[in-house]
Structure formats: structure tokens, C-alpha cells
């Protein structure tokens, strides 16, 4: 049976960045991906802000950026759209597939070893050195750690073998990728309200002429997303006037909302989707995910490195990415349940309150897609105007 240090499950984003932090850190690491294909099926819309990219490590390029964002047309259902302006580029449209190549390939520079088309089928713990067995392209094997990764996305197989369970709020998504004449190829358009019941659609520009066109939906509100975009996409005026018919692309995942409980026991971490570390305002996993592999990988690599794998020398990794980014979730996922409760006459008010120009540009000075609690603060600063109060006291109240 070979050893490792570390091994890591799942070859997504999240994955290749505990991989290779674990190696950075000295740690013989193997990462094993169920695909023969990095970055391949891609269940992601790719928009990603910059500092989602810069927290991967990679400066944006040619390779993998497709288009540069600058702010937002919000549609609510009253179709008085709100523009939301942020001056310069706060986000890129990347290809998923070429940026997780970049990602993985990144990771073997640093000695990761990635064996492709092989599934984690179990695990076993036990003290110092933990068993996982898995087919690889078809044979069935065991391989030894001192500590497993578990980086396997949204329905994690090893986190439910471990014990750590499943996020329990998974919102359905589906997108596809189409022709559509952008009024703005700069801004992405967001649908709120009962178009996209409890979270919201949109459309990404790739280019002029091809946006993604997708949403995700809360399922305690809605329990038919296919029924829901096709609705979008024929009935809405303002998309299905710009929408050329035909699908280039389809993309369907689920996003989890609110972390597990624990993210670790005796010889196991989990990281990224599998640990619910994704943004409850927006779906985004990739920079909070980055943010918690980088703490994994490290503490993975020490326990390897000290010969202590147990629970209570791993929960280091849970106690430092709670720090980092546990405020930001729980508060994200109160405004979460917030907007999701309104009704459309509610959120239209919300929305047109907003259509100030103190308002508009308190949001492009404070906004930010990774953290919207620095905006929420400054809306609510007491040198702000009674009106912007006014607007936000009930928002406030409910999600501080
Ligand atoms: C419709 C949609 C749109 C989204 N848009 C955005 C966006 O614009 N911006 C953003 O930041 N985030 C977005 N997200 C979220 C983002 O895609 C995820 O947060 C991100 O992919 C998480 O990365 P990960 O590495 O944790 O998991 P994944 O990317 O899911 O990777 C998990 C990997 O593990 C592998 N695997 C699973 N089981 C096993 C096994 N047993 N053995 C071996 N390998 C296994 C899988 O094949 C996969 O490669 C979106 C999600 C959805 C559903």
C-alpha cells in the first residue's frame, strides 16, 4: 500500500489549493479526481471578483479571463432597474475549465502528485495513518495518509463517511450559455424576485453577443428550476428580447448554504463546497473557499510533519477559517433569509429606495462581492442620511 502525508479528494479549484499549499509546506501529497478531466464538467457561471482570483495566487490573464466586469443592472419585477456602477473592474468571466487547469497545474509544479479517473470509494481512520480506498481507472486500491483532504464537492462523500455530514441547504442552479446582445458587456444583469424565487438569475457577458444565462433558487420556494429558467429565457421582455435561442453550454449544480458544524475529525478535514464555505449572498465558493484550502493545506502539512492527526490537533484549521471568513457566512446568510423572505412589492421598494444617488455612491465606494457586511455598516454609520437609515433599519435588524 503507498503512503502519503496528505491525500486530497477532488481535483476542483478548492482542492488543487489545499494540494498544493499541503506541498508547499513539505507535506508528499497525492490528489486523486474522480474525472479523467481537469476542469471538466464545469457546474459554475465563473464570474469571479478580484480577489477571488488574486487569493488563488494567479495574476488574471489571457489563458483563462474572457471578459472584465464592472457593476450590476438589478431587475427587479417592477422592471425600474437599479445600475450599480463600481468604476472599474471588480470582477472577471473566466473559462472554469482553463482557470482549474491553471489551478491543478500550479499544484503539481509544487510536487503534486494527480492521479485522474480515480473515485474515493471509502476511507478508514485510524490514529496516525488513515486508509482510503478508491478505483483507479477501474482497478480497486487502498492508499495511506496521515491526513485526508476531503475537497469533493457539494454532496461529499467523504464527509458523510467521516461522520461530518452534508450542508443541509442545497440551492439548485442551472445556467446555460447563449447567444444574447448584452446592452453593456461590462455589467451583468441580475433578476430578483419571483423570476428567481429566494436567490436571484442572471446574466454573465462572455462577450457581446454570448452571455451565461442562469439561476438558482431557493427550493422551499420553488421546486421546478428548469420550468422556472425556461420562463426567463421565453417570457421575461427584458432577456427573452435580447436572447437568440439555443443553448451552447448547460450547467447544473447545487450551491450550499452555511457550513457544517465541524470541518474536521481524527485524520480528516474538509474544505470548499463539501463544508458549505461558499458566500449565502451570492453562491461565489471560490474565494472563501481559497481563503479556508490555504489554512487546510498548511495545518495539514503540520500535522503530517509532528505526527499528530488527531481531531483536537486538526481543529486548528476549523478555529482559523472560522476567523478568517465565519462572521461573513453567518452574516451573508442572515441576509440571505432576509431578502429571500420578501415579497416582490417589498423588494421593489427596497430596491427603488436604493436608486439615490448618495446611496448609489456609498455602494460603489463600499461594495464588495466578498464581503457586503463593510457596506452594510457604512449604510448604517450614523453620519449617514436619515433616509439611507430609514431605508436599511429593517434590513439591519434583521440580519445583524
Ligand atoms: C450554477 C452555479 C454557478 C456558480 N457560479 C459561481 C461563480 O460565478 N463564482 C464563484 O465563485 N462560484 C460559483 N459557483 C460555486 C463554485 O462553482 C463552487 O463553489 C466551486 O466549484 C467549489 O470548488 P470545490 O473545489 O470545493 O468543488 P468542485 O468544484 O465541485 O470540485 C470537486 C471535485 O471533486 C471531484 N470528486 C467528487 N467526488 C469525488 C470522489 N469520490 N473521488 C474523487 N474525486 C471526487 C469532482 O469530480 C470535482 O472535480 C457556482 C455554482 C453553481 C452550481
Not at 32 to 47: A, N, Q
Not at 191 to 218: E, H, K
Not at 234 to 247: D, E, F, L, P, W
Amino acid at each position: 500500500m503507498s503512503g502519503y502525508d496528505v491525500i486530497v479528494v477532488g481535483a476542483g479549484p478548492i482542492g488543487s489549493t489545499a494540494a498544493r499549499y499541503a506541498a508547499m509546506h513539505g507535506a508528499r501529497t497525492l490528489m486523486v479526481e474522480d474525472h479523467s478531466s481537469i476542469g471538466s464538467p464545469v457546474g459554475c457561471t465563473g464570474l469571479l471578483s478580484t480577489r477571488a482570483v488574486s487569493e488563488c495566487d494567479i495574476e488574471p490573464s489571457d489563458d483563462f479571463v474572457l471578459n472584465s466586469v464592472r457593476g450590476a443592472f438589478v431587475h427587479p419585477m417592477n422592471g425600474k432597474i437599479l445600475t450599480i456602477d463600481g468604476k472599474k473592474t471588480k470582477a472577471y468571466v473566466v473559462s472554469r475549465k482553463m482557470f482549474d487547469r491553471r489551478l491543478a497545474a500550479m499544484a503539481i509544479d509544487e510536487n503534486v502528485e494527480l492521479w485522474l479517473n480515480t473515485r474515493a470509494t471509502g476511507i478508514e481512520t485510524s490514529g496516525r495513518k488513515q486508509k482510503l480506498s478508491v478505483v483507479r481507472e477501474g482497478r480497486p486500491e487502498a492508499i495511506e495518509a496521515n491526513v485526508i483532504i476531503a475537497a469533493d464537492g457539494v454532496r461529499s462523500r467523504i464527509a458523510k463517511m467521516t461522520g461530518l455530514g452534508n450542508v443541509k441547504k442545497i440551492l439548485p442552479g442551472i445556467q446555460i450559455e447563449g447567444p444574447y446582445h448584452s446592452d453593456n458587456s461590462d455589467f451583468v444583469e441580475l433578476l430578483v424576485g419571483s423570476q428567481a424565487p429566494g436567490f436571484f438569475g442572471w446574466t454573465v457577458p462572455v462577450n457581446d453577443s454570448v452571455s451565461r444565462i442562469g439561476m438558482a433558487v431557493d427550493p422551499e420556494y420553488c421546486t421546478n428550476v428548469f420550468q422556472v429558467l425556461e420562463k426567463l429565457l421565453t417570457r421575461n421582455t427584458h432577456v427573452a428580447s435580447r436572447y437568440g435561442g439555443g443553448k451552447l453550454d448547460l450547467v447544473m449544480g447545487g450551491i450550499p448554504l452555511g457550513p457544517l458544524e465541524n470541518t474536521c475529525s481524527d485524520g480528516v478535514m474538509v474544505v470548499g463546497d463539501a463544508a458549505g464555505q461558499v458566500k449565502p449572498t451570492s453562491g461565489g465558493g471560490i474565494y472563501t473557499g481559497a481563503v479556508c484550502a490555504k489554512i487546510a493545506g498548511k495545518i495539514a502539512a503540520k500535522a503530517a510533519a509532528e505526527e499528530d492527526c488527531s481531531a483536537g490537533f486538526l481543529l486548528e484549521y476549523d478555529r482559523k477559517w472560522r476567523s478568517e471568513i465565519g462572521k461573513e457566512l453567518a452574516m451573508g446568510m442572515r441576509i440571505h433569509n432576509f431578502i429571500g423572505g420578501l415579497g416582490d412589492d417589498e423588494l421593489d421598494e427596497l430596491i427603488a429606495s436604493m436608486n439615490n444617488p448618495t446611496i448609489l455612491e456609498t455602494i460603489t465606494r463600499y461594495g464588495d462581492m466578498d464581503h457586503p457586511s463593510k457596506l452594510i455598516k457604512k449604510m448604517l454609520h450614523p453620519s449617514r442620511s436619515m433616509h439611507m437609515i430609514k431605508v436599511f433599519r429593517a434590513f439591519a435588524k434583521a440580519v445583524l
